[in-house]
Structures are given as structure tokens and as C-alpha cells.
């Protein structure tokens, strides 16, 4: 079995003590925050406007931190295995304050493989407007199926270019 040299062996160490660090914090966020319980009953929809914009944050928080802990156990699991995966989720969603760049943070991984093997094959942003438009159309059209078959991600796949 190889030795991992002094310089691998310390990034392996912080990113252990992250995960170990951020492994509790959904479970300590989920039960101090009443977002999943308020998601889960339905009780959101009795929400005024301003306390629904505070659900929908602390949701989308809470969703995040949660696919980070996963996705940098799955980084520290293939770093010991010797492969280094690029980073999913740069930054935290409450840093973006651009759609597109929310967009770009959020599976970043999974972004730039759809730019370059569906966005970019398409003709990409040089085409003219219609057709920018119609291949957002088609990428996020693919997210959603990739995601689930459901006519509400295939709307939003189909209105999401509009503010792009």
C-alpha cells in the first residue's frame, strides 16, 4: 500500500474535519428551523407573502447544506481512493445573487457538463436571441427530465430561459 505524501495527507485531514464538522449541521438546521415540517404538512400555503419568501429560503438552505454533506463525504470517499472530483457546490446559495449564477453554483459539476455536451453542441448563446432561447429551452427541458417526468419540472424546464 503506497504512503500518501505530507501535502495529500493534510488535505486529506481538512477535508475530514469538514465533513465531520458539517456532517450534524442539517439535522441541528432542520430541527431549529421549521421549514421541513411546514414543507411536509403543507401548512406553507396559509403563508403570507413575506413569511413564504422567508420558507422559500430557509428551504432552499436547507436543501443545500444538505447536498453538500453528501456530495464532500462522496469527495473524501474518492480523494482516499486516490481520484479527485471536482467541487459540486462552490459556494452557498445565500452568496448568488444572480440567477445565472445560483445556477452556476448550484451543481456545478453537473453545469459544465451540460454546457459542454448539450448547451455548447447546440450553438450556444451565438446563433441569435430566438435561437439562445430555444437551446435554454432544450437544456433545461434535459434537467428536468433528468430530475423527474412530471408536467411541473418540464413548465419550469420551458419558463426558466425567460429570465436568462
Same mark, same amino acid.
Given at each position: 500500500?503506497?504512503?500518501?505524501?505530507?501535502?495529500?495527507?493534510?488535505?486529506?485531514?481538512?477535508? $475530514?474535519?469538514?465533513?465531520?464538522?458539517?456532517?450534524?449541521?442539517?439535522?441541528?438546521?432542520?430541527?431549529?428551523?421549521?421549514?421541513?415540517?411546514?414543507?411536509?404538512?403543507?401548512?406553507?400555503?396559509?403563508?403570507?407573502?413575506?413569511?413564504?419568501?422567508?420558507?422559500?429560503?430557509?428551504?432552499?438552505?436547507?436543501?443545500?447544506?444538505?447536498?453538500?454533506?453528501?456530495?464532500? $463525504?462522496?469527495?473524501?470517499?474518492?480523494?482516499?481512493?486516490?481520484?479527485?472530483?471536482?467541487?459540486?457546490?462552490?459556494?452557498?446559495?445565500?452568496?448568488?445573487?444572480?440567477?445565472?449564477?445560483?445556477?452556476?453554483?448550484?451543481?456545478?459539476?453537473?453545469? #459544465?457538463?451540460?454546457?459542454?455536451?448539450?448547451?455548447?453542441?447546440?450553438?450556444? #448563446?451565438?446563433?441569435?436571441?430566438?435561437?439562445?432561447?430555444?437551446?435554454?429551452?432544450?437544456?433545461?427541458?434535459?434537467?428536468?427530465?433528468?430530475?423527474?417526468?412530471?408536467?411541473?419540472?418540464?413548465?419550469?424546464?420551458?419558463?426558466?430561459?425567460? $429570465?436568462?
Amino acid at each position: 500500500m503506497a504512503s500518501l505524501s505530507a501535502g495529500a495527507a493534510t488535505h486529506l485531514g481538512r477535508r $475530514a474535519l469538514h465533513l465531520v464538522t458539517t456532517r450534524s449541521a442539517p439535522t441541528r438546521t432542520s430541527t431549529s428551523i421549521p421549514a421541513p415540517t411546514l414543507g411536509r404538512s403543507g401548512a406553507y400555503r396559509r403563508l403570507a407573502p413575506l413569511p413564504l419568501c422567508v420558507f422559500a429560503y430557509w428551504q432552499l438552505k436547507l436543501v443545500w447544506l444538505k447536498f453538500v454533506v453528501m456530495w464532500r $463525504a462522496f469527495r473524501l470517499w474518492a480523494a482516499l481512493d486516490g481520484v479527485l472530483a471536482p467541487e459540486n457546490l462552490p459556494a452557498c446559495v445565500s452568496r448568488q445573487y444572480t440567477l445565472s449564477g445560483f445556477w452556476r453554483c448550484w451543481h456545478a459539476s453537473f453545469n #459544465r457538463w451540460l454546457v459542454r455536451y448539450v448547451y455548447l453542441p447546440l450553438g450556444g #448563446r451565438g446563433s441569435g436571441r430566438f435561437a439562445r432561447w430555444r437551446n435554454l429551452c432544450v437544456v433545461f427541458g434535459f434537467v428536468a427530465l433528468w430530475h423527474d417526468v412530471s408536467p411541473k419540472l418540464m413548465a419550469w424546464g420551458a419558463l426558466l430561459p425567460l $429570465a436568462f
